[in-house]
């Protein structure tokens, strides 16, 4: 590798925090904010009555939007290479928060989707309110303990000029640092996964098995979809980002010592998937349409009755 190439290798990962994270956090606020409040709030208007689904559902709507609210700094933070350092924590925690929270409440609305069409005639007790506000809140306080560890290993770097935040793969001990971010990518991610994978299969087998039946008692399709994104967005978002975070944090340790131009691309690979894990803030709204009790169609009448009065032209 000659010296051009080993000098681009080297700036990699700056120029992509400071293009690239710049950029997409700027999108995922915008698009992310403005889907979250408009279904969140026509959640809150149009929402007849609530059942377990509507109080995951609300709750994946608070955890989008306590991160969406930290990416204007975010941006502001990669974009001016600094930030205070107690800021900086607070900012990456949210941000960690929102991610396993967001898996979570994912995995209570498969698990809620397929209590549905199992018992499509009677409430389970798993699908009641208290037992869903009771899961909500028992899945808040998990999520605190299970990242505590994250306020130890993130520091920032000083200069004479200016404090630069690090994020979590790249600061602390990388040996303790690895060994909680498997466990946090086994109890936080994998299992998780399995579960929704397993609902996932049972949730299709009832489908073959009891078709017929389903399909005069209630619309199978939606809960099937919904189980199918939620899947989909487990394994294309969060895989290459809970990878690239255990390997990045492993280049750091002593017991690999790779090239300093190799440290470098695992670095930027790992940058690279950040914002594609976050993207699911952005893709969640999607359930909110998916659900049930005719939300969709509820929410476009009312947009098109309140475009009416404020334009009369409006038809």
Not at 244 to 265: D, G, Q, Y
């Amino acid at each position: 590798m000659d010296r051009n190439d080993t000098r681009d290798c080297m700036k990699l990962p700056d120029h992509l925090e400071q293009y690239y994270l710049t950029t997409m956090y700027s999108l995922e606020f915008l698009i992310g904010f403005t889907g979250n409040v408009v279904v969140g709030l026509g959640s809150l208007f149009y929402w007849k009555t609530w059942k377990s689904s509507n109080i995951y559902l609300i709750n994946l709507i608070l955890s989008d939007l306590s991160f969406i609210c930290t990416l204007p700094w975010l941006v502001l933070s990669y974009s001016q290479r600094a930030e205070e350092n107690n800021w900086c924590k607070f900012n990456r925690i949210i941000l960690f928060f929102n991610l396993y929270t967001s898996i979570l409440f994912l995995t209570f609305i498969s698990i809620d989707r397929y209590l549905l069409m199992k018992f499509p005639f009677k409430n389970h007790f798993l699908q009641r309110k208290t037992t869903a506000i009771a899961s909500s809140v028992a899945i808040w306080i998990w999520v605190i303990l299970e990242l505590s560890p994250v306020f130890y290993f993130i520091s920032s770097e000083s200069n004479s000029n200016s404090s630069h935040c690090l994020d979590y793969a790249s600061s602390g001990d990388a040996l303790h640092s690895l060994i909680y971010s498997l466990i946090l990518t086994v109890a936080g991610y994998i299992i998780p996964l399995c579960i929704m994978w397993f609902f996932y299969i049972k949730t299709r087998s009832l489908l073959i098995n009891h078709s017929l039946q389903f399909t005069a008692a209630l619309p199978i399709e939606k809960p099937l979809t919904v189980i199918i994104t939620a899947v989909s967005i487990f394994s294309l978002l969060f895989a290459p980002y809970h990878i690239m975070r255990n390997v990045r944090i492993a280049s750091r340790a002593s017991f690999w010592k790779p090239s300093k131009c190799t440290e470098n691309l695992i670095k930027a690979a790992y940058t690279i998937t950040r914002p594609i894990a976050f993207l699911n803030s952005v893709i969640n709204p999607i359930f909110y349409f998916l659900m049930g009790d005719h939300f969709r169609e509820t929410l476009v009448i009312n947009a098109r009755f309140s475009l009416k009065r404020v334009l009369p032209c409006y038809k």
